[in-house]
């Protein structure tokens, strides 16, 4: 008899739930995924058992609703087991509290023991009154979530339990479940499925062989955009002309080719473009090089010339072999004028979106952690971002640049 090919094996989905009021619309997701046919398992907290009995749970789900971190008669490590088994994890709803110990990195129950023993996706939904969701311990949770590539899916403004009105209420239970299925489907987040190149670092001209021309340029903001822009999804490569000990956190999975000179970085960049959705110039190359001596120049006492010969502008070339549908986004170091001069240089250089620097900026630009920059778009937008670390500067770039993916009509 031929043997029957094996049905693959259904996505396994962890839900947890936290306790608040949106608890009971956990259960209307739980139901819409079971229908897709995914293995569900409800995690709850103690607190959502006050909202909807374990019991409803357990009736709709895949097994049985668990809470308790200990006295699993199948298990000694419920915790571990579920995390390494799930292929997503979703908290429908996430509380301020639950979304604070997750941020934190506490593990004292069931369902935080969980989100910390599992490297599958995670989406958290939070749900809560509005004065709650605005408090900026809320936001600051949130966005060190978000940097550490945890998905959040923004509440909505609607009517609130107690009759009140605001920001803070869980999105559609079909919503959540398209986005879990986007999930299982590879979607890591808005960058999910597109390649991103993107260039760090000050190039290096070779004077002779022990000098070099170069700049103040860290590599900094470069490296916090392909560590941000690897997390929101995308496949990334670093071209980086960095010398600094920078490290991209170990979980990345980032190609960094290392260049060193303007004409190396020129060769890598428009060596690869053409496979790439996204381009962002983030590097200092140098506008000029020289023709370096064979040997060290030696100190005689003569006043010496250097000839300085104009490098190849990347970006100019990057826009005239521009591919269909491409993003391209470059970077401007001004020191005065900013805004004039920065719409100005969007225009010459026919790039979608401008990072502005303002590098005379206290706290910002060339070889600082934080940095404060406008991003000028090409349909006349402009977004400023207030001083915060170069790797939120790098989420806020990097969601302009989605949008415009999304868009795909440049
Ligand atoms: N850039 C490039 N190739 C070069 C020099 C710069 O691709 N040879 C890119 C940078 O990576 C940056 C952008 O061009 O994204 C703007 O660089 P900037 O030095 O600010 O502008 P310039 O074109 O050099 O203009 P100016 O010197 O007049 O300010």
Redesign the pocket.
Known sequence: MPSATPEPSPAHVVLGVSGGIAAYKAVEVLRRLRERGYHVTPVLTREATRFVGAATFSALASEPARIELYGDPTTPIPHTHLGQRADVVVVVPATAHLIARYAAGLADDLLSATLMATRAPVLVCPAMHTEMYEQPSVQENLATLRRRGVLVLEPESGVLAGGDAGMGRLPDPSVIADLVTRIVEGYRGPLSGYRVLI?AGGTREPIDPVRVITNRSSGRQGYALAEVAQRLGARVTLVSATHRELALDVATNVEVIPVDT?AEMAEMVLGRAPDQDVVI?A???A?YTVEPAAQKIKRDGTERTLVLRP?????ASLVAARASGQVLV????ETDDVLARGRE?LERKGVDLLVVNDVGAPGAGFDHETNEVTILGRDGSFTSVSLRSKADVAAAILTRVAALLSQGDR
């Open positions: 260039s303007a110039m590097a200092a190359v506008d490098t190849i502008d990347i970006l470059g970077f401007a170091a240089k």
